[in-house]
């Protein structure tokens, strides 16, 4: 009866000590989200929708989903949903939806704007990023 | 008599467990403290460098520098910046910098103790500025932004280089 006690209490206490330091391991060298990656997320989706919106890559037409894939680091993803909407005298006459990229599951950052095409038309811009 | 040597015999299982769990604890606590401290180290570097990285990335693109005309005089360069407005790069100034020397360019964009090499080229596949030499280092930081340049849209790559293998 002591020696069942005394071994469980050793191996107990062993094993205790041991997930401690694992656990402490883990936590200390697991990376967090920090103010800085949001900054850089932003920053860096902000820089997209610029560069694709000098090369005109954001009407319903010529959007341009390699450009996009060609100008997103790899640790970020953006989506961007592109809409065109067009009126005569408040009467709907055309309206066109065109989404580019793609986004992993998880915590995404949102921006709007306005895209001026070449083609004369105005669109709405809607894009989520997040981190891969 | 039998009953004492069993009770030898469980207070020598006990000890050969114990001495066993505890050696396994002696060993797996130091390494893990190592390990865990390289990691503090190596995270505490990286988190610098991304900082040092960003706020470097950012002047340049977004800001003239200080004083604002430091291409009329280098020598009085304080802080690089190499846009005439936000994400317009000044070509100007991009000509300037090639004359800056590699110390002064470093000091100028607050990236010590790092060193750092910046490539510029237009998306259609232009070259237009590399500044410094891209090193073999244990640790590196990029950082891709894009900005205009005259009528092309170029893509700015900053790198830093932590410990030199």
Known sequence: ?132 | MASHSIRGQMLSADLVISASVFMMVFATVPATVSFSTMRLTQSSIQKDMSYSGYMAAESIIMGAGYPGDWESSPNDLQSIGLASSPRALDLGKLSALSGIGYDDARNALFVSPYDFSLQISALSGEHILSYGDALDSTQIHTETRYAGCGNETCRLTLTLYGGQK
Do not use: K, W
């Not at chain 1, 990376?31 to 800085?36: H, Q, T, V």
């Not at chain 1, 060609?70 to 065109?84: F, M, S, V």
């Not at chain 1, 989404?99 to 095409?117: T, V």
């Open chain 1, 1 to 132: 009866m002591r020696r069942g006690s005394f071994f469980t209490y050793d191996a107990l206490l062993s094993a205790f000590i041991i997930m401690l330091a694992v656990s402490a391991a883990l936590h200390l060298s697991s990376p967090r989200p920090s103010p800085l990656s949001d900054a850089r997320l932003i920053r860096g989706a902000y820089d997209i929708l610029y560069a694709l919106d000098r090369e005109d890559a954001l009407g319903c037409r010529t959007a341009d989903e390699g450009l996009l894939s060609r100008l997103t680091p790899d640790h970020l993803a953006i989506q961007i949903t592109i809409e065109g909407v067009a009126t005569v005298n408040g009467s709907l006459v055309s309206f066109c939806r065109h989404s580019i990229g793609d986004l992993p599951p998880g915590d995404a950052f949102s921006i709007r704007g306005m895209h001026q095409g070449m083609d004369g038309n105005l669109y709405g811009i809607r894009a989520r990023a997040g981190l891969r």
